[in-house]
């Protein structure tokens, strides 16, 4: 397949639509390899090429058929044109129609058409010109970006002019609004899904000719809100809608990031945030409630929640350049106040209608959920319950319930500590069931399973941090040291209640405490989970606040 590129934006290289474009490209590059096709691009950057306009004096009908008189690079143009199978059409859109330079080479196509009347077979327009050229079988797609919200009843013009040219219904088109956030690095990940979108739309494309209904509708679905890019838009332009005076950057920046604000995530509790980046002395605060976000620089509200970070810092943080969770356990900036906005950032500032990539996935694929903790603690509890009652049938049915958890929990991906776990409460229920006696395997048992606690700390990820990691960005939750110190923390503890359980019990059994201990072993990890929830949310406040 011979690709033909047509960038028709006056910035060149720097266009946000190309960048579409070649999103596309590329999905077309991994459809055409599943294809086993062979794939060849051929770029055209009007910006940096010679095109005059058309001077409409029929020279190219007349005294030079099919080649202009005008001695610039049209004519090379037109060779690729007509070369080409699939042709890109990359433009902006500039005041509802083609930028001037794209529009003069759709113009000084004239010489590939004849000058001979034609009556359109289609029905559109009331005349035509046959082509000079054999263009049968030629594939078109257009590639746009807007500076509205939406592409929407905006491309009205562009649509009309290829229905002349090209025929009606004879292109496709991805035509995207708020095309300017692609080149704001701070908003990339929301625009990378949209440009996911577009690649998948261009693999489809080149195994069937066209893209699903699925993808289609994802391209059609906003970035942003209406509301929210608009503020974001006005904002941009640095300039006070009241005064017209220009406004520091560290506004414009908090402006933008109050518009991300999403009201729907409101809950009942109006908050105030209050950033003061310290590198330039400035302090905004940001009103949440259900009405949206307001921006104060005076100071006059009570703030809830202060973060005081450089400037530098904290677009640093926008831009992906460090994680947000990463900076603040490295204590490049300290938060103080109600620390759940920052637990909850990703609910008040994230995007409610984000493009999602379309991944394809085979209808016999079970998409696997996250690993659950109850995985591995049905096992233990099953055990510890069952053994203590019976020892003989309360081992057999702990074995059962070891045999069950894979087909019980089969929806949810396995951890390492599942499978230890499964393998120890099978040998030890066995133990008892061949002894009779569930006293050692069972004192056996918190003994095994503090020392998996405890271990897990010796690795790159504790216990508990496996299963909550994905409550926290999955992986990249080890680059937040907040989270992993508090995982560390909370692993150890639990380590050392269950290997200290072991001790006590062995202790209070040999004391003839037998009835005590099932109110203390029952008890106490109750009281250690609340404290669990209460640690996982004073420790990483007390950090934030610059406190260790």
């Known amino acids: 397949m011979k690709i033909l590129l047509i960038n028709g934006s006056p910035k060149g290289k720097r266009s946000n639509s190309l960048k579409l474009a070649y999103s596309f490209i590329k999905g077309l590059e991994n459809g055409c390899t599943s294809n086993k096709e062979e794939l060849s691009v051929d770029e055209l950057h009007i910006a940096s090429m010679n095109i ?41 859109l500039y005041y509802f129609n083609v930028p001037g330079m794209l529009k003069n080479l759709i113009d000084r196509q004239l010489p590939m058409s004849l000058p001979f009347m034609s009556s359109r077979q289609d029905g559109y327009g ?34 009309r002019m290829f229905d002349h040219f090209l025929g009606r219904g004879n292109y496709t ?11 704001v690095k701070e908003l990339s990940v929301r625009t990378n899904e949209y440009l996911a979108a577009v690649k998948c739309a261009g693999t ?22 209406r509301d929210v890019f608009e503020k974001m838009a006005d904002a941009s332009w640095g300039i006070n809608k009241t005064t017209g005076e220009k406004e520091p950057e560290d506004l414009v920046f908090t402006r933008q990031m109050a518009a991300l604000y999403n009201k729907d995530a409101y809950d009942g509790k109006e908050r105030v945030l209050e950033i003061h980046f310290t590198d330039l002395d400035h302090t905004y605060q940001i009103r949440l409630n259900q009405t949206g976000s307001q921006i104060f620089t005076d100071g006059s509200l009570s703030p809830t929640t202060r973060i005081d970070t450089p400037f530098s810092v904290w677009s640093a943080i926008s831009r992906g350049e460090i994680g947000g969770a990463e900076a603040l356990g490295k204590q490049m900036y300290t938060v103080s106040g109600d620390f759940s906005l920052m637990i909850n ?36 509890i099953a055990f510890w319950t069952a053994v203590s009652i019976t020892p003989k049938v309360g081992a057999l049915i702990a074995l059962i319930v070891v045999a069950a958890i894979p087909f019980i929990m089969r929806n949810h ?50 216990l508990c941090a496996a299963y909550v990691k994905y409550n926290y960005g999955g992986e ?22 269950y290997v200290l359980t072991a001790v ?4 209070l059994r040999g004391a003839g405490f037998g009835n005590l201990l099932i109110i203390v072993n029952n008890l106490i990890p109750i009281l250690m989970g609340f404290f669990t929830i209460w640690f996982e949310k004073w420790y990483p406040a007390k950090m934030a606040r610059g406190k260790r």
């Open 413 to 462: 991906k396995f951890e390492i500590w599942d499978q230890l776990s499964m393998i120890a409460v099978a040998v030890l229920s066995a133990a008892a069931n061949v002894t009779g006696n569930g006293d050692i395997p069972t004192n056996i048992g918190y003994l095994v399973f503090g020392l998996f606690w405890l271990l897990s700390c010796l690795t790159k990820e504790p």
């Open 52 to 92: 005059g306009a058309c001077k409409g004096c029929f020279a190219c009908w007349q005294k030079t058929p099919g080649r202009c008189c005008i001695n610039d690079d049209m004519q090379t143009v037109i060779e690729k044109l007509i070369s080409a199978d699939l042709i890109l059409w990359s433009f902006p």
């Open 476 to 497: 990249s939750a080890h680059q937040n040291p907040l989270f992993m110190k508090t995982n560390y923390i909370l692993a150890a503890a639990w380590g050392l209640l």
């Open 504 to 507: 006590w019990t062995f202790l």
């Open 173 to 183: 088109t991805i035509f995207c609004g708020q095309g300017e956030l692609f080149r």
């Open 345 to 380: 950032w990703d609910k008040f500032f994230g995007n409610t209608s984000a493009v999602k990539n379309p991944e394809k996935k085979s209808p016999n694929m079970i998409e696997k959920k996250n690993p659950s903790m109850m995985t591995m603690l049905i096992p233990w």
């Open 204 to 225: 489809e494309y080149a195994m069937t000719g066209a893209i699903s209904k699925e993808t289609d509708a994802v391209l059609h679905t906003l970035l942003y809100p």
């Open 126 to 159: 009331s005349g035509s010109h046959d082509a000079r050229y054999d263009m049968e079988g030629k594939r078109h797609v257009l590639i746009s970006t807007c500076g509205f919200y939406s592409a929407d009843e905006n491309y009205d013009s562009v649509l």
